[in-house]
């Protein structure tokens, strides 16, 4: 055959099967009226497992894997067809939840408000409170989730925490928290981190002989230590560490904090920007008791506990795919009292309110054991 030859059969085959996948796509609808009637789960593992292996063996051998492929993929996008029409002007559904949480057009994300960090005047988590927020009243807590439990008891409308690194990667513990207490993410920041090494006024570089952080901070800047020579002391974070070196007797200590902390405390900068990446951002988050989800939000979290199989994030991931959502953060967190189970965390690039958004809320129950709608939000820069 002639190419334009072949080329005009495969575009008749093309719309055969686009025909083909309308129609069958069509019929989630009437599966699913069928399965509200019965009561039956969307997920029929037996029946799926059946039919992927009858295809299979139907198809060339050289071709199964992508027979696999292909009708594992159409499978699940049959069944968020029919999650989403089985959840349709359901008030308890997750995707009505959010719906709800839609703060009004002409109310924005507040200027003012106030606000729980942890750490000290100076600290990273102070720097960003500002940044979100243009006039805050600061709280600060001694401890992450410190800052939880303001946010919980009402003491502060919202909490500001770092929960990742480019460079050091995730803050464990602050996962951890979300997991225990189910707030609601409202904001994000990406705040650009350059570390300053500080000490005593009259103080040279070559009498130091310890460096005082947070491990974040130590990470972040380890080849300056090593070159250094010098040992190095774990604190709450960057800005108590500046407050010790200030207030201490010795003049052999330094501190790895930000710049605002050298003006504060009254140090000298020894060194300027000394982590090992010149593009050092840490990401921050705003967390709310109450769900909120302010205009233009465009990024979404979610928390999904996964069965302990084979394929089961797949399964999710699958879903992400066959939906055309972008997946920009994966994080994985062990589950307390479960051996070699895990709790992941979704971030989403998604805007709040498309219909992939609200088919995907609705339409995890078949491929995860539980999750928890984290938010929708803006990150800025």
């Known amino acids: 055959m002639e190419l334009t030859d072949i080329r005009a059969r495969l575009d008749e085959i093309d719309a055969d099967i686009l025909d083909l996948f309308v129609e069958r796509m069509g019929l989630a609808a009437e599966v699913a009226a069928s399965k509200k009637r019965t009561g039956k789960a969307v997920f029929d593992p037996a029946r799926e497992r059946d039919k992927l292996h009858t295809l299979v063996h139907a198809a060339p051998e050289e071709l199964a894997p992508e027979v696999a492929s292909l009708f594992s993929l159409l499978m699940s996008m049959n069944k968020a067809a029919q999650l989403k029409i089985l959840h349709e002007g359901d008030p308890k559904s997750v995707s009505s939840g959010a719906l709800a949480s839609l703060m009004p057009v002409d109310q924005p994300f507040p200027t003012t408000a106030t606000v729980a960090c942890q750490g000290v005047e100076g600290a990273y988590s102070q720097i960003a409170a500002c940044k979100l927020f243009k006039v805050p009243k600061i709280t600060f ?15 502060v409308e919202f909490g500001v925490l770092p929960i990742e690194n480019s460079t050091a990667g995730s803050v464990n513990a602050v996962y951890d928290l979300l997991a225990q207490y189910r707030f609601s993410i409202v904001r994000s920041l990406r705040l650009k981190i350059d570390h300053q090494l500080l000490a005593k006024p009259g103080v040279r570089l070559e009498d130091i002989r310890e460096i005082y952080s947070h491990e974040q901070a130590l990470a972040q800047c380890s080849d300056a230590i090593e070159e250094l020579g010098v040992r190095v002391h774990v604190c709450e974070n960057t800005a108590k560490a500046a407050e010790r070196v200030a207030t201490s007797d010795r003049r052999d200590i330094a501190a790895l904090s930000s710049r605002d902390c050298a003006s504060l405390y009254g140090l000298d900068v020894l060194r300027e920007d000394i982590q090992n ?19 233009g939000a465009t990024r979404t979290s979610l928390m999904l506990t996964l069965p302990h199989a084979p394929g089961s994030l797949y399964r999710v991931l699958e879903r992400l795919y066959a939906l055309d959502i972008n997946l920009v953060k994966l994080e994985s967190r062990p589950i307390g009292n479960r051996d ?22 609705d339409a995890l129950d078949d491929v995860c054991e539980r999750y928890t709608y984290i938010g929708s939000y803006t990150e800025v820069v």
């Open 141 to 155: 807590m001694t401890s992450f989730e410190g800052v939880f439990r303001a946010v919980r008891d009402g003491l």
């Open 277 to 295: 990446e010149g593009s050092n951002f840490t990401r921050f988050v705003v967390v709310s008791a109450t769900p909120r989800i302010y205009p």
């Open 340 to 361: 070699f189970e895990f709790m992941f965390y979704f971030d989403l690039d998604c805007p709040f309110g498309t219909p992939a958004l609200n088919t995907l809320l």
